[in-house]
């Protein structure tokens, strides 16, 4: 069992193809084979080192090890022309003199018949008698396709297909300058790596039975196929660069988890049972190629949101508080305005209500940020009854842990905060609604007495007196 991730440098790693790779390496995984990484970097126009290196950070946040590789086209280039002579020797391929023109007006007089456009042969061996080739033109190679039968295949993905080969043309496969063409590289690829399955996107099947011709014309062995449907958007179109949020790296700084993105990504287009949650360990056990779809999946940014919620709140908060330290510096906060047991706790008590780590990230700012109440909340919440709820609770908590008096936690808080309302002749919430307006800036946060535990004293009386202060 060896599969592979093949993607072209020509930009980042896409959600896509992040699910294609996360297939296939789960595929590898379940039956204990191997999973290959291999750049199919032969555009040398269009790739980039910049785009190779977006492809490994993207895999490498994802934990998508690669057991071998990455293995790069451009450095199989001899590779390829010595496939490419044992092909012309052995009368699979021929050289193609046919001018760009040439060909051009060949179609449009197809079209013009109501004909597939397609290449008439016209350089084939047995069609070459007593023709000379022209002066500076150099030759392309194609490959000899079958004239009669089918390209039988059974995909994993979509069951059995059947390409008759009248519908496919003699595939160039070497370049007048002689590089090597992509669909040649990978069928060379997969043969010398042994590849045994190839999982990828559904709009490589036109590509398939070219690729089954050439290998059978080699005596190579033909992998198993399959071809994983597209995603689509919200709006039931394939997903834009520019509508949707597409790279696997923007789901990082937008502030998911690799393992809720995994988590997500396999269940477009696969299933187990009801199965919504599941480790990465459940799914490799589950995933051994069956309960796949054959239609569309459709992308639903509102339920990635909902698994990464559950991930962060599964996460140890030593490693959410890790993740989130540059987040929270880059909005110019500082953590140290906190202890360190106060960082952990806040994590524990702030994630109830993050489903990203920026909004985590956002939600430190009722602790570490000057408080900026809206207009609205202060006029609700700290007109002068506020206002005096604010100054009787921080003369109340003045003397909380210092000396014999208790210490400075959310029982002792709880209580000065019911204490402080009974006196002022009313219950809880006329005084808890102006100290959260006054303390964290805003009216809705979690229990007022656990976020003022994870202040320090000083710090939430000083607060409070500014809001009285008005």
Same mark, same amino acid.
Request: hydrophobic content about 40%.
């Given at each position: 069992?060896?599969?592979?991730?093949?993607?072209?440098?020509?930009? @980042?790693?896409?959600?896509?193809?992040?699910?294609?790779?996360?297939?296939?390496?789960?595929?590898?995984?379940?039956?204990?084979?191997? @999973?290959?990484?291999?750049?199919?970097?032969?555009?040398?126009?269009?790739?980039?080192?910049?785009?190779?290196?977006?492809?490994?950070?993207?895999? *490498?946040?994802? &934990?998508?090890?690669?057991?071998?590789?990455?293995?790069?086209?451009? /450095?199989?280039?001899?590779?390829?022309?010595?496939?490419?002579?044992?092909?012309?020797?052995?009368?699979? *391929?021929?050289?193609?003199? +046919?001018?760009?023109?040439?060909?051009? $007006?060949?179609?449009?007089?197809?079209?013009?018949?109501?004909?597939?456009?397609?290449?008439?042969?016209?350089?084939?061996? !047995?069609?070459? /008698?007593?023709?000379?080739?022209?002066?500076?033109?150099?030759?392309?190679?194609?490959?000899?396709?079958?004239?009669?039968?089918?390209?039988?295949?059974?995909?994993?993905?979509?069951?059995? =297909?059947?390409?008759?080969?009248?519908?496919?043309? &003699?595939?160039?496969?070497?370049?007048?300058?002689?590089?090597?063409?992509?669909?040649?590289?990978?069928?060379?690829?997969?043969? &010398?790596?042994? =590849?045994?399955?190839?999982?990828?996107?559904?709009?490589?099947?036109?590509?398939?039975?070219?690729?089954?011709?050439?290998?059978?014309?080699?005596?190579?062995?033909?992998?198993?196929?399959?071809?994983?449907?597209?995603?689509?958007?919200?709006?039931?179109?394939?997903?834009?660069?520019?509508?949707?949020?597409?790279?696997?790296?923007?789901? &990082? !700084?937008?502030? @998911?988890?690799?393992? $809720?993105?995994?988590?997500?990504?396999?269940?477009?287009?696969?299933?187990?049972?009801?199965?919504?949650?599941?480790?990465?360990?459940?799914?490799?056990?589950?995933?051994?190629?069956?309960?796949? $779809?054959?239609?569309?999946?459709?992308?639903?940014?509102?339920?990635?949101?909902?698994?990464?919620?559950?991930?962060?709140?599964?996460?140890?908060?030593?490693?959410?508080?890790?993740?989130?330290?540059?987040?929270?510096?880059?909005?110019?906060?500082?953590?140290?305005?906190?202890?360190?047991?106060?960082?952990?706790?806040?994590?524990?008590?702030?994630?109830?209500?993050?489903?990203?780590?920026?909004?985590? *990230?956002?939600?430190?700012?009722?602790?570490? *940020?000057?408080?900026?109440?809206?207009?609205?909340?202060?006029?609700?919440?700290?007109?002068?009854?506020?206002?005096?709820?604010?100054?009787?609770? +921080?003369?109340?908590?003045?003397?909380?842990?210092?000396?014999?008096?208790?210490?400075?936690?959310?029982?002792?808080?709880?209580?000065?905060?019911?204490?402080?309302?009974?006196?002022?002749?009313?219950?809880?919430?006329?005084?808890?609604?102006?100290?959260?307006?006054?303390?964290?800036?805003?009216? /809705?946060?979690?229990?007022?007495?656990?976020?003022?535990?994870?202040?320090?004293?000083?710090?939430?009386?000083?607060?409070?007196?500014?809001?009285?202060?008005?």
């Amino acid at each position: 069992m060896r599969t592979r991730f093949a993607p072209s440098p020509t930009g @980042f790693l896409h959600i896509g193809g992040a699910r294609t790779a996360l297939f296939s390496w789960a595929f590898a995984r379940h039956f204990g084979g191997q @999973f290959v990484l291999r750049i199919e970097d032969t555009d040398l126009e269009r790739s980039t080192p910049e785009a190779t290196q977006a492809i490994l950070d993207g895999m *490498a946040w994802l &934990d998508l090890a690669a057991d071998e590789g990455p293995f790069f086209q451009t /450095q199989r280039m001899a590779r390829y022309a010595e496939v490419i002579a044992q092909l012309l020797a052995d009368g699979r *391929a021929y050289h193609c003199y +046919a001018s760009v023109e040439e060909l051009d $007006a060949l179609r449009e007089s197809q079209r013009a018949r109501g004909e597939k456009p397609r290449y008439d042969g016209r350089w084939r061996p !047995e069609n070459v /008698q007593g023709k000379v080739p022209p002066d500076g033109v150099r030759p392309v190679v194609r490959f000899r396709n079958p004239d009669a039968g089918a390209v039988l295949w059974d995909d994993m993905f979509k069951g059995p =297909i059947s390409i008759d080969n009248t519908q496919l043309d &003699d595939l160039i496969i070497a370049r007048g300058d002689g590089s090597p063409t992509y669909n040649f590289c990978v069928v060379v690829d997969d043969w &010398d790596m042994r =590849i045994s399955h190839v999982i990828r996107g559904d709009d490589h099947v036109n590509n398939t039975p070219r690729q089954i011709n050439i290998l059978r014309a080699l005596g190579a062995p033909v992998p198993v196929y399959g071809h994983v449907p597209m995603i689509f958007g919200p709006d039931g179109q394939k997903l834009s660069k520019r509508r949707d949020a597409v790279a696997v790296t923007q789901y &990082d !700084e937008e502030g @998911f988890l690799p393992e $809720a993105v995994c988590n997500y990504l396999s269940r477009l287009g696969w299933s187990h049972g009801d199965e919504e949650l599941f480790s990465r360990e459940q799914f490799v056990q589950w995933f051994d190629g069956s309960h796949l $779809a054959s239609s569309p999946a459709q992308f639903d940014r509102d339920k990635l949101k909902w698994v990464n919620h559950h991930y962060i709140n599964h996460c140890a908060p030593e490693r959410l508080l890790k993740l989130i330290t540059p987040r929270i510096a880059n909005r110019g906060w500082s953590l140290d305005v906190l202890g360190a047991a106060e960082q952990l706790a806040a994590i524990s008590v702030l994630r109830e209500r993050a489903d990203t780590l920026e909004v985590l *990230a956002d939600a430190f700012g009722m602790l570490l *940020a000057t408080p900026e109440p809206s207009a609205e909340d202060r006029e609700t919440h700290l007109a002068p009854a506020g206002r005096a709820a604010c100054a009787a609770l +921080a003369s109340a908590l003045s003397g909380v842990g210092e000396g014999s008096e208790p210490g400075w936690d959310k029982a002792t808080i709880s209580g000065v905060l019911k204490a402080t309302a009974a006196g002022l002749g009313g219950k809880m919430p006329i005084v808890a609604m102006p100290a959260r307006v006054a303390v964290f800036g805003r009216a /809705q946060t979690p229990a007022v007495d656990v976020m003022l535990a994870l202040l320090p004293r000083d710090r939430v009386i000083e607060r409070l007196q500014r809001a009285a202060a008005g």
